[in-house]
């Protein structure tokens, strides 16, 4: 992969929560097309791994370069201007508000005009749903919702944290298909629990064990791995 363009480049990464430290030595590269899947067991450090890179932890080493810029300690605003785009594992909606007042403030995040037809032509379900309460929508609408407000400020990068947990079959697969869209034009990076949809989205994968990258590469060499039963069955 190191002769296409990179859009996000981190090295030697340590990273956790006060004297807690849950990432090691973390070296990971995202191309900027694409779709890369970050794999591992519950704790494995996946969703800290994507707090780091979004700014929300500042990291204890290493180095984070995203778009051309170092952003090891660039807050998150700025990373989301320049075109980061985060869908968290929880809360990733307001649920008070209705769907089209939490997409309006997806672009607001993102200091850019909302293109709401874009984001409905997406997920056109939300569309007879944009002045329902966000709490009130199913979960797989929620996370639809979710992808769409990371959407409207078009990204360069969006990381999505497992965003087809507790979603109906139906839902993943059309969730899938989308994200297999989006990889076409920007970079997509994908904590999923689900091992066969992250392996058929996504074309290279890194597999985390206790905070360490324990196994990496083109997703159809991990698929075939040995080693990749063992760091994903607790
Ligand atoms: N705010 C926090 N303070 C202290 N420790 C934390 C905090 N958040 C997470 N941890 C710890 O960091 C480790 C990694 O957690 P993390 O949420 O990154 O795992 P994960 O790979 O996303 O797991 P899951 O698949 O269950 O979502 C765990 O041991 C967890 O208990
Ligand atoms: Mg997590």
């Known amino acids: 992969m190191s002769d296409e363009k990179s859009i996000l480049k981190i ?31 519950n704790g494995a450090g996946k969703t800290t791994l994507l707090k780091t890179i979004v700014g929300e932890i500042i990291p204890d080493n290493g180095v984070i370069q995203f778009d051309g810029e170092n952003s090891t300690t660039e807050n998150t605003d700025k990373k989301i201007r320049r075109g980061m785009a985060y869908v968290p594992q929880e809360n990733a ?49 929620r996370k639809m919702l979710a992808i769409s407000r990371a959407l409207i ?14 979603v109906w079959i139906g839902v993943i697969e059309e969730i899938a ?7 076409k034009e920007i970079s997509v990076i994908l904590v999923e629990q689900h091992l066969e949809l992250a392996l058929k989205v996504c074309s290279y994968t890194y597999v985390l064990d206790r905070g360490k990258v324990a196994l990496k590469g083109p997703s159809e060499n991990v698929r075939k791995d040995t080693e990749l039963l063992r760091l994903l069955t607790p």
Do not use: C, H, W
């Open 153 to 166: 400020g078009n990204p360069k990068l969006i990381m999505l944290d497992e965003p087809t947990e507790g």
């Open 11 to 41: 090295e030697g990464l340590d990273a956790g929560y006060g004297i807690s430290q849950v990432l090691f030595d973390i070296s990971l590269n995202f191309n900027a097309i694409g779709a890369t899947a970050i794999l591992g067991m």
């Open 177 to 183: 298909e989308r994200l297999e869209l989006l990889a």
């Open 93 to 141: 909606v307001f649920n008070k508000l209705t769907v089209k007042e939490n997409i309006i403030l997806g672009a607001n995040a993102s200091n850019k005009k909302a293109d709401i037809d874009m984001v409905l032509d997406f997920f056109p379900k939300l569309g007879e749903r944009l002045g329902q309460q966000a709490g009130t929508l199913s979960g797989g609408e």
